[in-house]
């Protein structure tokens, strides 16, 4: 059982480049998430989704774009890379009423 | 707009001695609260949630309504207790939850 898998683990883009980053679980969740992680900010949700099919913006929703075109899977694209999006990105999924499940992360350096 | 403070960035205590972990929550209605933890290289994890009311790995934590808080708080730290704390705040069912800035907890021996 994996849980949450995120790929890939580090990343280094220069600016006005594009990626997406993948996260993929195995519980069967319905909700999952991407937050990102900078240093004495906490984590930030950026966009959510609460099933197959949906999406929804979270507080720092700009200069990235998401999908959840399969239920195991939820995507976030960055369509050109700015350095501002230097961060650390969690994907979490979880199931109604219960913990959130993170993954382990993806390092991304925008030059 | 809710909002999850936690006042300290760092907090660095002998093996031993009590370690606390302050809190403080702003939302109008009833929120659920929850402590994340992310040892070193590892990816976070639920340490508590206030609903359940247990202790784990010896913390535990509080709600206090009346003064918006949700301290952590440990009796006696131990060295493998070093590690990001995060305190968070769930405003509704779908689970957005809201993070703090964290507290990096450094215990020496």
């Known amino acids: 059982n994996a849980g949450v898998t995120q790929t890939p683990k580090f990343r280094v883009l220069k600016t006005g480049q594009s990626m997406t980053l993948l996260c993929a679980q195995d519980?069967?969740?319905?909700?999952m998430y991407w937050y990102r992680q900078d240093p004495g900010m906490g984590l930030r949700l950026i966009h959510y989704s609460v099933g197959e099919g949906t999406t929804a913006k979270g507080e720092v929703p700009d200069g990235y774009n998401v999908s959840r075109l399969k239920k195991q899977n939820f995507l976030l694209g960055l369509e050109s890379a700015a350095p501002s999006q230097t961060s650390v990105y969690f994907c979490?999924?979880?199931?109604?009423?219960?913990?959130?499940?993170f993954g382990n992360g993806t390092r991304l350096t925008v030059t | 707009a809710q909002r999850v403070t936690q006042p300290e960035k760092l907090l660095s205590v002998f093996k031993g001695a009590p370690v606390e972990l302050k809190c403080n929550y702003s939302?109008?209605?009833?929120?659920?609260l929850f402590w994340y933890v992310q040892y070193s290289r590892q990816r976070l994890q639920l340490l508590l949630r206030h609903i359940s009311r247990e202790s784990i790995k010896g913390f535990t934590a509080d709600l206090n309504k009346g003064e918006t808080s949700f301290h952590l708080k440990k009796p006696f730290a131990q060295e493998e207790d070093s590690a990001m704390y995060y305190c968070a705040l769930s405003p509704d069912s779908w689970g957005k939850l809201q993070f703090g800035a964290g507290t990096q907890v450094v215990v020496t021996p």
């Open positions: 979490a999924s979880r199931q109604a009423n219960s913990p959130l499940h």
């Open positions: 939302y109008s209605g009833s929120p659920e």
């Open positions: 519980m069967n969740h319905e909700y």
